[in-house]
């Protein structure tokens, strides 16, 4: 009698997906995997720890990663300028893709909601990658066709033996900076009338909030379970993981919408 087929299951495919190196297939995949759970035909193994087979995260040859002030500058008034700027964010959501399905596979032993909540979010990455590559396209380029820096995978991988360090670190910091910068990045785009641009920017940063709450919602919930001050936390894991410093101006109605608590913004302005 042959064997029973393999029954799917979410963080084995996450991690197979987050090693795809092509993005097209990667964004399939994700979407492909958020359908089957959906539809219920995944199972989800909460305490075994999947293992890579391959490098990760899956990167395509392009673009190439230099330093964060060796990428090419963003100059609005042509149209590479606004490719260049359309480009980096679109390698920020390939990111923000990877860094979902890594804490998918990553961290083992939480709640069933915290692997959907990231697989929601990973999925959404994908909608938000998808929509910054095509309409790049539209500008006569392509994903790969200028530089780009690997910071915000730099943290996660500095954070990948602590979930409380990787929760506090990614989603509400390196991410929520992004809630405070696609206002100015937004009203770029606007003033070059690249109607577009504002339109993708406008469902980004909707979902952007939606993700950093995910994070905060987390991040208590794990100071919860450990018995632990959040503020205080927060501040200690920020110096130990050498988080970069933020600076304003903040997008203050956008982090009290992402669950940041009044005592969290005023210790943004010390």
């Given amino acids: 009698?042959?064997?029973?087929?393999?029954?799917?299951?979410?963080?084995?495919?996450?991690?197979?997906?987050?090693?795809?190196?092509?993005?097209?297939?990667?964004?399939?995949?994700?979407?492909?995997?958020?359908?089957?759970?959906?539809?219920?035909?995944?199972?989800?193994?909460?305490?075994?720890?999947?293992?890579?087979?391959?490098?990760?995260?899956?990167?395509?040859?392009?673009?190439?990663?230099?330093?964060?002030?060796?990428?090419?500058?963003?100059?609005?008034?042509?149209?590479?300028?606004?490719?260049?700027?359309?480009?980096?964010?679109a390698h920020i959501e390939f990111n923000a893709i990877n860094l979902a399905l890594d804490a998918i596979w990553r961290?083992?032993?939480?709640?069933?909601?915290?692997?959907?909540?990231?697989?929601?979010?990973?999925?959404?990455?994908?909608?938000?990658?998808?929509?910054?590559?095509?309409?790049?396209?539209?500008?006569?380029?392509?994903?790969?066709?200028?530089?780009?820096?690997?910071?915000l995978w730099e943290m996660a991988a500095k954070t990948q033996g602590d979930i409380l360090a990787r929760i506090a670190l990614i989603p509400r910091t390196m991410e929520a900076r992004g809630l405070d910068a696609t206002p100015q990045v937004r009203a770029k785009f606007a003033q070059a009338k690249d109607t577009a641009a504002v339109e993708i920017l406008d469902i980004i940063l909707r979902d952007e909030i939606g993700h950093v709450a995910t994070g905060n919602r987390w991040f208590h919930w794990l100071c919860q379970q450990r018995g632990l001050e959040p503020v205080a936390t927060y501040a200690g894991l920020a110096a130990d993981y050498a988080a970069p410093k933020l600076r304003g101006p903040f997008n203050l109605p956008a982090r009290r919408a992402a669950g940041f608590s009044e005592e969290e913004l005023a210790a943004l302005t010390p």
């Fill in 1 to 89: 009698m042959p064997n029973p087929p393999e029954i799917p299951e979410l963080r084995q495919l996450a991690l197979t997906w987050l090693a795809e190196t092509e993005p097209a297939g990667k964004v399939a995949g994700v979407q492909a995997l958020a359908q089957a759970w959906q539809t219920g035909t995944l199972e989800l193994d909460t305490q075994a720890l999947p293992r890579p087979t391959a490098n990760i995260p899956g990167l395509p040859s392009k673009p190439e990663l230099v330093s964060p002030l060796a990428v090419k500058r963003r100059a609005m008034n042509t149209i590479e300028g606004r490719a260049v700027l359309l480009h980096a964010l």
């Fill in 107 to 151: 961290f083992a032993g939480m709640p069933r909601e915290f692997y959907a909540d990231w697989l929601r979010v990973a999925a959404e990455e994908a909608l938000h990658f998808s929509l910054l590559a095509a309409h790049l396209q539209t500008q006569g380029y392509a994903y790969g066709d200028f530089t780009a820096h690997n910071s």
